[in-house]
Each structure stands twice: as C-alpha cells, then as structure tokens.
T-cell receptor, first 117, second 111 residues
Framework: DAGVTQSPTHLIKTRGQQVTLRCSPKSGHDTVSWYQQALGQGPQFIFQYYEEEERQRGNFPDRFSGHQFPNYSSELNVNALLLGDSALYLC????????????????FGNGTRLTVT | GQSLEQPSEVTAVEGAIVQINCTYQ??????LSWYQQHDGGAPTFLSYNGLDGLEETGRFSSFLSRSKGYSYLLLKELQMKDSASYFC????????????FGSGTKLNVKP
C-alpha cells in the first residue's frame, strides 16, 4: 500500500521564478492538504483540496495556487518566488472529514525541499 | 487565533521516561493529535485525544485536559530512535479542514 509520494525531493529556484510541486495521496484517500514547514517550525497550512476544488485556505498569498485531479493527486504552484518561500513543502492526505467519525489523521509525504536563491 | 506552546528542546537518557508538554489557547477544537518527525523525514501520526484523559499506544501515551488547556505526550523506555521532533496539533471547530501545529519539541535521547 503506497503512502503519500511527492516529487521532486529537492528543488533550487531563483527569485521571480515559478515552481510546481506534485503529490500523490495514500491509496483510498480523497483529500489533499499542503503545508509549508520552515526550518525549526511546525507545518503551516496552505490549503486543502477535495473533489477537485480548494475547500479551505490558510494565510498565504495568491502566488500560492493548487489543483487536484480526478485521481486525487494534487499540484502546488508558487509564482514569483521570494527568498522567504524557501522551506519544506509537505503534502498530506486524509479521508474527508464529513464521512469519518473521530480523527482522520494526516498522512504526510517526505516533502519537497525548495531553496530560492 | 490559535496558539500551541511547546518547549523547544528536551533531553533524556535511553531507557528513561520523558514527557513533552503542549499548552494551547483556542476557542474550541475537535481533538488534539501528536506527530513525530525525524530529521529529513515526514511527520507521522502518533496519537489522538478526542476526549479528556489518557490514550495509550505501546510505549507512547497522550493526555488531554480541555479545562486546563493542556496536553502531554509521554514516551516510556526511551530508545535512541525516539530522537526526533514532536508536534502537537489541533483541528479547530470553526475551521475544521486544517490543523494548527505547535512549533515542535526536539527530543534528544542520549546513551
């Protein structure tokens, strides 16, 4: 049973460029969330996708956008990269909350380490 | 807003018991979870407290007191492989689709 997979594992970009990160959720999961984790900090929620739509968004600018495909996989796009966007980007999949009683834990991928120079 | 406070670092000896605390200020939440993250790795789910009290899973236990705004993760019979960062996280009532994570506690297990 494959877990959450993310690609690429590492990426180096220059300020002003655009980047696309990819995520395949754990088998059976239909909800994908993206988190940004700065060094020494906890993950910060970017947004969540369910049924191919952005369902909820954190405090991130519009430069951060995403997409979910019919097979539940997802992409995170960041435009006009800033130095401050350098971080570990984590994808987490789960079962839709509405159908699950109690906790549906997040299953994280190993992340994409983005460095902006 | 949400605030989850954790000590930044804890050191303990192999074989010992260690407690990692999480204090929070939030208007209400569904439950509190704990995640473990090794350096360079993905956060992995450890435990969940939906109700007040103690939950036990093997060597790990987690406790929640909503009235006191307090949770802790207890690790028994520490092993070197337990050296990692530990995060508490809540899913709030009015914003149920996202988790708020604490800043994490780095646990160093020494021989």
């Amino acid at each position: 049973d494959a877990g959450v997979t993310q690609s690429p594992t590492h990426l180096i970009k220059t300020r002003g460029q655009q980047v696309t990160l990819r995520c395949s959720p754990k088998s059976g999961h239909d909800t994908v969330s993206w988190y940004q984790q700065a060094l020494g900090q906890g993950p910060q929620f970017i947004f969540q996708y369910y049924e191919e739509e952005e369902r909820q968004r954190g405090n991130f600018p519009d430069r951060f956008s995403g997409h979910q495909f019919p097979n539940y996989s997802s992409e995170l796009n960041v435009n006009a990269l800033l130095l401050g966007d350098s971080a570990l980007y984590l994808c987490a999949s789960s079962l839709d909350w509405d159908r699950v009683k109690g906790s549906s834990p997040l299953h994280f991928g190993n992340g994409t380490r983005l460095t902006v120079t | 807003g949400q605030s989850l406070e954790q000590p930044s670092e804890v050191t303990a000896v192999e074989g010992a018991i260690v407690q990692i605390n999480c204090t929070y200020q939030t208007s209400g939440f569904y439950g509190l979870s704990w995640y473990q993250q090794h350096d360079g790795g993905a956060p992995t789910f450890l435990s969940y407290n939906g109700l007040d009290g103690l939950e036990e899973t093997g060597r790990f236990s987690s406790f929640l007191s909503r009235s006191k705004g307090y949770s802790y993760l207890l690790l028994k019979e520490l092993q070197m492989k337990d050296s990692a960062s530990y995060f508490c996280a809540v899913r709030v009532l009015y914003n149920f689709n996202k988790f708020y994570f604490g800043s994490g506690t780095k646990l160093n297990v020494k021989p």
